[in-house]
């Protein structure tokens, strides 16, 4: 269970957000969600460079005995699979950002921020993971 999880932490976030917002489109205050898209385009932005430069630091330090114990047990390509879709996610939340920017209907606006939080949720797993693999070199 915790491997489906693990693969597909932001397609099942993205889906629960996406029915949870629908639910409460009524409630929602579309001009707080509006500056939110904003901030979220900051966020993948930074996110998406800090995930480049956490495959920097694995590809430069192929010598260390916990990289080669990681590579062995899968977990190395395992993180680096998690990597790249997780900045998949944040392109994907950087384009769904700017289309709901110039297409002004609520719909899209709630679309883009399911997406968003779909993609956060991969971004967080993905680091925790990562911070996890450095923790094994103590």
């Known amino acids: 269970m915790y491997r489906i999880f693990e693969k597909h932490a932001g397609a099942?976030?993205?889906?629960?957000?996406?029915?949870?917002?629908?639910?409460?489109?009524?409630?929602?205050?579309?001009?707080?969600?509006?500056?939110?898209?904003?901030d979220f385009l900051n966020i993948f932005s930074i996110f998406?460079?800090?995930?480049?430069t956490?495959?920097?630091?694995?590809?430069?330090?192929?010598?260390?005995?916990?990289?080669?114990?990681?590579?062995t047990s899968g977990a190395y390509q395992d993180l680096l699979n998690l990597i790249y879709k997780a900045i998949g996610c944040c392109v994907l939340s950087i384009v769904a950002v700017i289309i709901?920017?110039?297409?002004?209907?609520?719909?899209?606006?709630?679309?883009?921020?399911?997406?968003?939080f779909g993609a956060l949720s991969a971004v967080i797993?993905?680091?925790?993971?990562?911070?996890?693999?450095?923790?094994l070199n103590k």
């Open 125 to 135: 797993l993905t680091g925790f993971l990562f911070i996890k693999l450095m923790c």
């Open 12 to 38: 099942i976030v993205f889906v629960i957000t996406i029915f949870v917002l629908f639910w409460l489109k009524n409630m929602l205050c579309m001009t707080k969600i509006e500056s939110s898209l904003t």
């Open 100 to 116: 709901a920017k110039l297409i002004t209907v609520d719909s899209v606006k709630l679309i883009a921020l399911s997406i968003c």
């Open 48 to 52: 998406a460079g800090f995930l480049t």
């Open 54 to 71: 956490s495959i920097s630091i694995l590809y430069s330090i192929q010598d260390k005995d916990f990289i080669i114990t990681a590579k």
